[in-house]
């Protein structure tokens, strides 16, 4: 993330940082090039990445890369959101990744609409193409799904001590 934000900044583009505070201990992410947002935790952070960005891009990476990468899929696809997501699958890093998907969706666990949500290109320009052309296509019986804090939130229990 750090070479990735770096680069950024040195073509004079908008970095934003979305930081889990456990990450800031002992500088263990490093100085934060641009704007920093420190969130608590990581689902704070997927929530607070979902809310204000554009789209979705995933470079190759380890674990964590991969599990907000189908989070936000999921979200996609539970019409959560609408922003495109794509892959940038340089030197055939997610190939095998791309493989699994497919063979998940020959094995029915996955949709051909839902298999559309994510996008994976080799080339940095034909990805923010195909996410700038990208049409979200909810599934019908899921955009009738209502998202919204107040519809997640459990109700409060009234703990008034009346004597």
Not at 110 to 120: G, N
Request: glycine share 6%; with cysteine.
């Amino acid at each position: 993330m750090g070479c990735v934000s770096t680069a950024v900044a040195q073509h004079e583009r908008q970095v934003l940082g979305i930081i889990p505070s456990a990450f800031t201990v002992n500088n263990l992410v490093g100085e934060t090039c641009g704007k920093e947002i420190k969130v608590a935790t990581m689902h704070e952070r997927l929530i607070t990445m979902m809310e204000l960005s554009n789209a979705f891009i995933a470079l190759p990476g380890g674990f964590g890369t991969l599990e907000e990468l189908f989070q936000m899929i999921f979200g996609a696809q539970l019409n959560i959101h609408n922003k495109p997501i794509g892959v940038l699958n340089i030197n055939g890093f997610f190939n095998d990744l791309l493989s699994f998907v497919d063979h998940v969706v020959e094995q029915k666990f996955i949709t051909q609409r839902a298999r559309k949500i994510l996008i994976s290109t080799t080339t940095a320009n034909e990805l923010v193409d195909k996410l700038q052309a990208f049409r979200f296509k909810p599934d019908p019986a899921l955009s009738k799904l209502k998202w919204s804090p107040s519809s997640s939130q459990k109700e409060k229990l009234d703990l008034t001590l009346r004597l």
